[in-house]
Nanobody, 125 residues
Framework: VQLVESGGGLVQPGGSLRVSCAAS????????MAWFRQAPGKEREFVAS????????YYADSVKGRLTISRDNAKNTLYLQMNSLKPEDTAVYYC???????????????????WGQGTQVTVSS
């Protein structure tokens, strides 16, 4: 199983960035996916999740209306479009996968079996 994030970088406040997660080694189209993030000195926190068929998405309150999770099952790829970025969005962003699609578990890190290595997003002027 591999989850490989890409697309991170340095962006100014108010700017946009799209990070991607390429998946392999498991049945991506049957798996719920999520993004988590961890800032320096803080615990890992939930950002967004999406069911296997994209029918349901969840967002942390802090990112609603600014970040959008999506997936392309034909390409085995997960995306996170980030707009109106703020300095407090600075963190390492991780993608995660689980073969389950239990809606009341999709915001919980422990529910996810597979994790990527993370990509750094820095929002600074």
């Amino acid at each position: 199983v591999q989850l490989v994030e890409s697309g991170g970088g340095l962006v100014q406040p108010g700017g946009s960035l799209r990070v991607s997660c390429a998946a392999s080694g498991f049945t991506f189209s049957f798996s719920a996916m999520a993004w988590f993030r961890q800032a320096p000195g803080k615990e890992r926190e939930f950002v967004a999740s999406i069911t296997s068929n994209s029918a349901t998405t969840y967002y942390a309150d802090s990112v609603k209306g600014r970040l959008t999770i999506s997936r392309d099952n034909a390409k085995n790829t997960l995306y996170l479009q980030m707009n109106s970025l703020k300095p407090e969005d600075t963190a390492v962003y991780y993608c995660a996968a689980t073969p389950g699609n239990l809606l009341n578990r999709l915001t919980i890190a422990a529910y996810y079996n597979y994790w990527g290595q993370g990509t750094q997003v820095t929002v600074s002027s």
